[in-house]
């Protein structure tokens, strides 16, 4: 099979055009091609001489795969399924609102964390997502020239995929890739902090920590991660670094009926999150196939927001999106999942 250009950076691209002789300048012109202009084929490459592109298309080809299905919500949501060679399917939500247009992109086929209220934890981890694949969800959906925001909050955690992260976000933020600016992005981690430690050391991107409790012995039945990587280490590591005003900090929290809304709740997050400058998202949660949990009511959502910002926290309710389709992260590829091997796994009990 012939490799992919697609998800090359510049220095990639400059290996690959001077093991071919050609100029090195070529590389710049490939990079302009397939990262800015709507092409489908190495021959549309037309300030490259002919025989530039003949070599080119002997070994390599784009590589953009456009999506296999598409839901689309009364909304206007559009969950996008994107078949990864074998090795599974990914989704991707586009959600349009009036000042802005975001995407939620995947990052791994399926994921190793088994979280209690995420649906892609139980495939189990399948692969990485290389950044082409990782970048092919923006490119190939017909919305793409429209995206404002880009969020990597799908299937998988991003920091436990961080090498093709890391180059996604390269391509999308240089000058000779993608062009994003950096304060319209922004990646998700539920914790692991040595490459959190990574991410915010090289990265100027917005970064969203999923935390869901502020007690760590209700985190750790809710997040297996918390027994390697405990609230306090992520809080540590994110109070080290100087992230200035055009950096944002927050911390994602799915509200769970009687488990994670009560005042105890507020106070201990007012005093874990003091110091650092954040914002706090409350997700109502979009309930999944044999699990305990529940969502809170309404007005206890608005509460608990309420509490939080009188504590001095900036608090946002995030809005609900997408809920006649198959919504929660990892719904939709289960289902194709299940199309092709019969079964997939459920979660087991939960009891605070």
């Not at 911390?251 to 003091?274: A, Q």
């Not at 999106?321 to 091997?341: F, P, V, W």
């Amino acid at each position: 099979m012939k490799e992919k250009l697609f998800g090359k950076t510049l220095i990639e691209l400059t290996e690959i055009v001077l093991d071919f002789g050609l100029p090195k300048f070529t590389a710049r012109q490939i990079a302009d091609w397939i990262y800015k202009k709507n092409i489908s084929s190495i021959y549309d490459m037309s300030n490259l001489s002919k025989k530039s592109r003949e070599l080119l298309n002997s070994s390599y080809t784009i590589g953009l795969t456009s999506p296999i299905s598409v839901q689309v919500s009364d909304d206007g949501t559009k969950k996008y399924l994107f078949d990864i060679e074998n090795r599974g399917s990914v989704e991707s939500a586009f959600i349009p609102e009036s000042k802005r247009n975001t995407l939620c992109v995947s990052s791994q086929v399926g994921c190793k964390m088994r979280c209690l209220f995420c649906m892609t934890g139980r495939q189990g981890f399948k692969a990485n997502l290389t950044a082409g694949d990782i970048l092919n969800q923006v490119r190939s959906i017909p919305e793409w020239k429209s995206l404002t925001n880009l969020v990597y909050m799908g299937m998988g955690e991003p920091m436990d995929n961080l090498e093709e992260v890391m180059k996604s976000l390269e391509i999308l933020t240089s000058d000779w890739g993608m062009g994003w600016s950096k304060k319209k992005i922004t990646v998700s981690t539920i914790g692991i902090v040595p490459a959190m430690k990574v991410f915010l050391e090289k990265s100027e991107c917005h970064l969203a920590v999923s935390l869901h409790t502020p007690f760590e012995s209700e985190r750790k039945l809710l997040m297996p991660v918390s027994h390697v990587h405990t609230i306090q280490d992520i809080l540590n590591e994110i109070k080290k670094h100087d992230l200035g005003r055009q950096r944002r900090i927050s911390f994602e929290y799915i509200v769970f009926n009687g488990i994670n809304d009560t005042p105890k709740h507020v106070k201990e997050l007012s005093r874990i999150l003091n110091g650092i400058n954040c914002r706090i998202n409350l997700i109502r949660f979009h309930e999944i196939p044999k699990t305990p949990l529940k969502g809170t009511d309404e007005l206890r959502l608005q509460q608990f927001r309420e509490s939080l910002n009188a504590k001095g926290i900036v608090t946002t309710i995030r809005a609900s999106r997408g809920q006649d389709i198959d919504a929660a992260c990892g719904l939709l590829s289960t289902k194709e999942q299940k199309n092709e091997t019969g079964s997939v796994q459920s979660s087991k009990g939960f009891q605070l």
